[in-house]
């Protein structure tokens, strides 16, 4: 591979690993996993420092490997490790089962019998 073609398939690789990968792992761990557990995600601000975090570390970082400045690429890669540490901190409370009333919610609300009020069969309805 040619020298001047190699800066270009890493910044690629980054921008397609980095930028594409962690956001997909980002929003289906929170669009699937507080569906399984039944637990609610933390929100707040929390989401919107998580999500610039990784954006603006992303440019940085392609900004550095661009530039070839080393102390870009250590503050995008800084900022990429804080939105993944923000996401475990808020994910990592959903994973587990909350206690109600003193025993375990066995069932995630996916599992719990349909409701029977929804039939449209009331007696007082038909003529």
């Given at each position: 591979?040619?020298?001047?073609?190699?800066?270009?398939?890493?910044?690629?690789l980054i921008y397609g690993l980095l930028g594409g990968l962690l956001m997909t792992i980002y929003g289906v761990?929170?669009?699937?996993?507080?569906?399984?557990?039944?637990?609610?995600?933390?929100?707040?601000?929390?989401?919107?420092?998580?999500?610039?975090?990784?954006?603006?570390?992303?440019?940085?970082?392609?900004?550095?490997?661009?530039?070839?400045?080393?102390?870009?690429?250590?503050?995008?890669?800084?900022?990429?490790?804080?939105?993944?540490?923000?996401?475990?901190?808020?994910?990592?409370?959903?994973?587990?089962?909350?206690?109600?009333?003193?025993?375990?919610?066995?069932?995630?609300?996916?599992?719990?019998?349909?409701?029977?009020?929804?039939?449209?069969?009331?007696?007082?309805?038909?003529?």
């Open positions: 591979m040619h020298k001047r073609n190699r800066l270009y398939v890493t910044i690629g761990g929170l669009h699937v996993l507080p569906r399984f557990t039944g637990n609610p995600i933390r929100v707040g601000a929390w989401p919107r420092v998580q999500y610039g975090c990784i954006n603006l570390g992303i440019v940085l970082f392609i900004g550095g490997h661009w530039s070839a400045s080393r102390w870009l690429m250590v503050s995008g890669g800084r900022l990429m490790w804080l939105s993944l540490l923000i996401f475990t901190l808020r994910v990592w409370p959903v994973l587990w089962r909350r206690a109600t009333g003193g025993k375990q919610n066995a069932e995630a609300p996916a599992a719990r019998a349909p409701r029977q009020d929804l039939d449209n069969t009331d007696s007082t309805m038909q003529a």
